[in-house]
């Protein structure tokens, strides 16, 4: 039995029953701390504290301080919205040639020895 589930946002139908499929466990806990990540400023209408700001980062220059800012952000956003997961580490390197960071996020479910890790790209956009 699934100990964590969470809707699949991409809205694809599971397919047999036709219903909206679902993720479980480290998938729907890879999924949550993906979105609090990239969630931005007023992205949430009724929780307006809720977004981790690094895209305010994104348009800084790439140097070691921007990325510490980033890891920053992220470690607040984790720790302070998703109580399922133990932060274990975020590393933020500066890819210079892609004018990006790559953000690796370490993390545990509670109560488990299983260690997730995801992996994203934060690009400007204009």
């Given amino acids: ?9 991409d809205f694809i139908p599971h397919p047999i ?17 993906r979105n609090l990540v990239l969630t931005g400023p007023n992205d949430r209408r009724f929780r307006p504290e809720l977004e981790a700001g690094v895209h305010r980062y994104l348009f800084e220059p790439m140097t070691s301080i921007t990325a510490v800012k980033i890891k920053n952000a992220i470690e607040h956003i984790i720790k302070q919205f998703e109580p399922r997961v133990e932060l274990i580490d975020v590393i933020v390197v500066s890819n210079e040639v892609k004018n990006s960071f790559d953000v690796t996020v370490v993390f545990r479910p509670k109560n488990t020895q299983e260690q997730g890790q995801l992996t994203i790209t934060l690009e400007r956009v204009r």
């Fill in 17 to 33: 029953t036709g219903d909206i499929s679902t993720l479980t466990d480290m998938e729907a806990l890879k999924r949550s701390v």
């Fill in 1 to 9: 039995m699934a100990r964590y589930s969470d809707l699949n946002l």
